[in-house]
């Protein structure tokens, strides 16, 4: 199975900033790679998909890039709702995996 | 507005079969352009992709768990199902059923609100 392994584990920050969490698959996956924003007790909210591609309603100030196995979800201007866990997840090949998490925290 | 809904029992015992359904409406189960998967989430662990239905008839599984694992489809109630049998305490999780499409079967787009199943004697 593809590993993910997402970098950081955590991070913190304030409202109003830039923040980049990278996400590393261990083959190669084109760019099937989807990113979530999950809040407790919620399921995941899709945000990307196709390495790139924002879901609809998703705000502009998230943004994916990919290069190779390296994929990365940029936040522009984080908002106070923002604040949460983000998975990574390869759908390049079976069986589909995710990421461990990297939670973003209120510095 | 496709819509997923799970329900089953929330506590399953030791070596029994946990059976869980997810209810779709503001759409069909058979419509050709859906794939319609499970996922779970252990307590503090990461997601986890158990496998989906396709078409009523074609299905693909998450090897880790395919020895003691279905899905299927109920085209009558507009519902698939997940049934694992033989469970342990590691399948305690939040269970997902969620929406992928034609070509992208992987991409989940639209996400049930996940339902706890506990095992426990």
């Known amino acids: 199975a593809v590993r993910m392994t997402q970098s950081p584990s955590s991070i913190s920050a304030s409202t109003g900033d830039r923040v980049t969490i990278t996400c590393r698959a261990s083959e190669g996956i084109s760019k099937y790679l989807a990113w979530y924003q999950q809040k407790p007790g919620k399921a995941p909210k899709p945000l990307i998909y196709?390495?790139?591609s924002l879901h609809s309603g998703v705000p502009s100030r998230f943004s994916g890039s990919a290069s190779g196995t390296y994929f990365t979800l940029t936040i522009d201007f984080l908002q106070p709702e923002d604040f949460s866990i983000y998975y990574c997840q390869q759908y390049g090949s079976y069986p589909y995996t995710f990421g461990q998490g990297t939670t973003l925290q209120i510095k | 507005q496709v819509q997923l809904q799970e329900s089953g029992p929330r506590l399953v015992k030791p070596s029994e079969t946990l059976a869980l359904t997810c209810t779709v409406s503001g759409g069909s189960v058979t419509n050709t352009r859906h794939y319609w998967n499970w996922i779970r989430q252990p307590p503090g662990k990461r997601l986890e992709w158990i496998g989906y239905v396709y078409n009523s008839v074609t299905t693909y599984f998450n090897p880790s768990l395919e020895s003691r694992l279905t899905i299927s489809m109920d085209t009558s109630k507009n519902q698939f199902s997940l049934r694992l049998w033989s469970v342990n305490a590691a399948d305690t999780a939040i269970y997902y059923c969620a929406k992928g499409n034609y070509g992208t079967p992987g991409n989940f787009d639209i996400w049930g609100q996940g339902t706890l199943v506990t095992v426990s004697s």
């Open positions: 196709g390495a790139t």
